[in-house]
C-alpha cells in the first residue's frame, strides 16, 4: 500500500484546510486509514482515524475542531481541520492498517499556523 497526503502549507490561525490522503496498490486490504501529526522536536501523536465502515476515531488533539471522512466511498480520505492554532503546527503523517497486519505511512505534508 503507498500513501500520497496532500493539502498542507501555510495556514493563518483561525483557517480551516483540509488534507487528503490517496492509498494506492492492495487498498482492498486496508481496514482503517488515519492521521498522525509530528511538531518540531516532539513525538509523533496520533490525531483522527477512520475504519473501513466509516467509523471515526478522534484522539485528544483533535476532538471538537477536526473531521475525517472517506475510505469507504474510495481510496481517500480527508481530514477537515478547523479553528487551527499555531500549536497545531506540525507535519501530518497519513497511515493506514491492513488486513494482514502491516501498517503503512505516507510521506507527510507540513502544516504551518502562522500569520
Known amino acids: 500500500v503507498q500513501l500520497q497526503a496532500s493539502g498542507g502549507g501555510l495556514v493563518q490561525p483561525g483557517g480551516s484546510p483540509r488534507l487528503s490522503c490517496t492509498a494506492s496498490g492492495s487498498i482492498f486490504r486496508v481496514t482503517a486509514m488515519g492521521w498522525s501529526r509530528q511538531a518540531l522536536g516532539k513525538q509523533r501523536e496520533p490525531v483522527a482515524k477512520?475504519?473501513?465502515?466509516?467509523?471515526?476515531y478522534y484522539y485528544e488533539s483533535a476532538k471538537g475542531r477536526f473531521t475525517i471522512s472517506g475510505i469507504n466511498a474510495g481510496n481517500t480520505v480527508f481530514l477537515q481541520m478547523n479553528r487551527l492554532e499555531p500549536d497545531d503546527t506540525a507535519v501530518y503523517y497519513c497511515?493506514?492498517?491492513?488486513?494482514?497486519?502491516?501498517?503503512?505511512w505516507g510521506q507527510g505534508t507540513q502544516v504551518t499556523v502562522s500569520s
Open positions: 477512520v475504519t473501513r465502515d466509516d467509523s471515526p
Open positions: 497511515d493506514a492498517d491492513t488486513d494482514t497486519g502491516a501498517h503503512y
